[in-house]
């Protein structure tokens, strides 16, 4: 939006050139969303809580958790909205990357939202059925990932990239489809695992999307791309915008969260941001360097996972409890312990997944 202002300024003044340029609009794009966050949660939280939108909290959980009961959720609106604004305001809102970015983002928002609102307003226990919610899910990451495929204007778009390997990669076809579909559904429902503790979801967040824009701003970029061995994908860099506005409205959102929380992100967050980051690691072809950027994610799932089939086929969990953060709690390590420690270990992954930049 005041990119295409810029451009009609620059032809006057030739300061609004330095526009142009995607590290300067990404940059903007962090502060406008901090500056959003700032402005809004307060009126926010003192909003949800006036209509007592509170968390409920499980009584067969970690003792210290009791105490959470009642305070604000569905705070991710307040992420939704520094995005939205700030992505709009920055980026080139003729990019076809930026849109299937946010509105991948901004539909699975919708589906938390539902979900938290027969919850915490309706004070329907179950919220959205599972299997509508899945449903849903389905619909939005398949109408995404056939979007991108029928849209690709070269093959680099569908081609699976092994990092730490520069000559190997697979042509997809038609499984990108189904790629890219697991990989939107799963990452969303991966972070909303994760979304149990205080700043445990967001952080990590926040370091994943700020990774995905450094893969985003070189491959988008002819002569970043053919150093390091990556595919060029004409435009791509454009996301570096959104992923400055995730990064801003995710530092914004944590100043709230942080422990002990003033507001919890809920559905309406976690669902929205997972499904943002994996869209962001399709459209960068980085699906592979995803997980393992986003090991503490992939932990979560995988503990939830384990614990179920365990208990089925042997009668046995595996963890005190899952997911697995809930096992470290009952295990006696104070909850900021888990959350810091969670957050080095992202610090570790993520520079591990840069690292396959060069590595090659």
Not at 143 to 152: E, G, K, N, T
Not at 308 to 323: D, E, Q, T, Y
Request: proline letters at 3%; one cysteine or more; a positive charge.
């Amino acid at each position: 939006m005041l990119l295409e202002l810029a451009r009609i300024l620059e032809a006057h003044f030739d300061v609004f050139r330095v526009f142009h340029y995607l590290t300067f609009r990404a940059i903007l794009g962090v502060l406008t969303a901090l500056i959003i966050s700032f402005v809004i949660g307060p009126v926010m939280i003192r909003r949800l809580s006036e209509f007592k939108i509170g968390q409920s909290v499980r009584d067969d959980g970690p003792q210290s958790h009791l105490s959470k009961s009642g305070t604000p959720t569905m705070g991710g609106t307040l992420i939704l909205i520094s995005i939205s604004v700030s992505t709009l305001l920055w980026a080139d809102l003729t990019n076809r990357y930026v849109w299937v970015t946010l509105l991948v983002t901004l539909a699975f928002g919708v589906i938390g939202f539902i979900d938290d609102y027969k919850k915490l307003v309706l004070k329907n226990s179950k919220g959205l059925a599972a299997r509508h919610k899945y449903l849903w899910q389905s619909l939005f990451g398949f109408a995404a990932a056939i979007f991108l495929y029928q849209s690709a204007t070269s093959p680099a778009e569908t081609t699976l990239i092994v990092p730490f390997f520069k000559q190997i990669t697979f042509s997809l076809g038609w499984f990108y489809v189904v790629l890219s579909y697991f990989v939107i559904v799963g990452s969303s429902n991966a972070v909303n695992l994760t979304d149990g503790l205080d700043g445990l979801a967001i952080m990590p967040t926040v370091l994943v999307g700020g990774a995905l824009g450094v893969f985003a701003y070189a491959s988008g970029n002819s002569h970043f791309a053919e150093y390091l061995g990556i595919p060029f994908l004409p435009k791509s860099g454009e996301l570096i915008v959104f992923c400055g506005a995730l990064v801003g409205a995710g530092l914004g959102f944590l100043w709230f969260n942080t422990y002990p929380a003033q507001v919890f992100m809920g559905d309406v967050g976690a669902l929205a941001l997972g499904a943002g980051l994996g869209t962001l690691a399709i459209l960068v072809r980085q699906e592979i360097v995803l997980v393992i950027m986003g090991g503490v994610f992939v932990a979560e799932t995988l503990s939830v996972v384990l614990q179920v089939v365990s208990f089925k086929l042997r009668g046995k969990r595996i963890f005190r409890m899952a997911p697995i953060h809930h096992h470290y709690e009952l295990k006696g390590w104070p909850e900021p312990k888990v959350i810091v420690r969670f957050w080095i270990i992202t610090v570790i992954l993520v520079l591990a997944g840069l690292a396959t930049l060069k590595l090659r």
